[in-house]
């Protein structure tokens, strides 16, 4: 979202301020699923980056929490420079621009989920939770429910049957249960490879923490391994999966077997995954990014095998092949 031209003067202002330095001028850097925008300023053979959260669409305040979070357990959160919580903006370091998506490939993949695994490792035995919300039965549940709202009815154009809700209820259920069943760690929500950043020395860099909560074990170990955005095969994302169990078993993080981990391993990424489903709908129509759609097929993929998988998921991985049929998913209704 590109700022008015008044907000743009006062974000080049408040870096001239913080910097010591009238002439620098803000280029863009990147923008995020949010109403945040990140720009980028030189000034005295540094590079920096600005955070521009307009404060009527977005609060910092859960950021810079998180953030400092992480940064005290010893983690590469980007270090905040200075802040104007009442504009919106935050000065911090540069963490340069290779993010792990384009940087991931068969020859790389091992070495940079390794650093990630590491990372996550950290983050769920060592990240303070207290004051963060839980990721609680209402929280999951809603989340699912923008897949029939935005997936189903407005990307498909189909409005569910009542014998429909019965079987997407059911799911819902199933899902809510498994993943209250798991040790309450951090969870970052989007850990993934396009919010990692690979820096040399100090890998990854975190970013898009702010909505990090209390909640499952798995949740965001299958964020990454099964990311929206990029796939790997299903028996390296298995072995990946449980080498991480059992670190997380040395850490004394839990003592589940490796069935146990699997099953919540699986349904944890259902249940994100149709959340995503439709959050990249309503991406498309509510906020006009239609470049998500491209990615909706591959998330249906993961959610519809782990469906194929488990027999009491047939009935609903039956029903959403029916309701989808042969759509090309990536165009607009």
Known sequence: ??????????????????????????????????????????????????????????????????????????LNAPKVLATDLDAGFVLMDDMGERQYLPELNAHTVDA??????????????????????????????????????????????????????????????????????????????DFHSRNLMLVPGANPGIIDFQD????????????????????????????WAESHRLHLRAAGATDADAATWKRWFDLMGMQRHLKVLGIFCRLCYRDGKAGYLNDLPLVLRYTLDVADEYAEMHEFGDWLRRVVGARDLTIAA
Do not use: N
């Open 1 to 74: 979202m590109s700022p008015t031209p008044s907000r743009r003067d006062a974000l080049r202002a408040f870096a001239a301020q913080q910097l010591g330095d009238d002439q620098v001028q803000p280029q863009p850097a990147s923008a995020d699923a949010s109403f945040r925008g990140y720009w980028r300023v030189h000034s005295a053979g540094r590079s920096y980056v600005l955070m521009d959260a307009p404060p009527d669409k977005e609060d910092i305040a859960p950021w810079l929490d998180v953030g400092r979070r992480l940064r005290v357990a010893g």
């Open 112 to 189: 940079l989920y390794g650093d990630a695994l590491g990372a996550l490792l950290r983050m769920q035995v060592g990240v303070d939770t207290d004051g963060l919300p839980d990721y609680d039965h209402r929280r999951l549940v809603d989340e699912m429910e923008l897949m029939p709202t935005w997936f189903v009815q407005r990307h498909l154009g189909i409005k569910p049957e009542c014998e429909d809700w019965d079987v997407i209820e059911s799911m819902f259920g199933t899902l809510t249960r498994s993943a209250l069943l798991q040790p309450r760690r951090f969870v970052h929500r």
């Open 212 to 239: 990090a909560v209390r909640g499952p074990l798995t949740y965001d170990l299958v964020s990454l391994l099964r990311d929206c955005y990029i796939a790997w095969p299903r028996e390296q994302v298995l072995d």
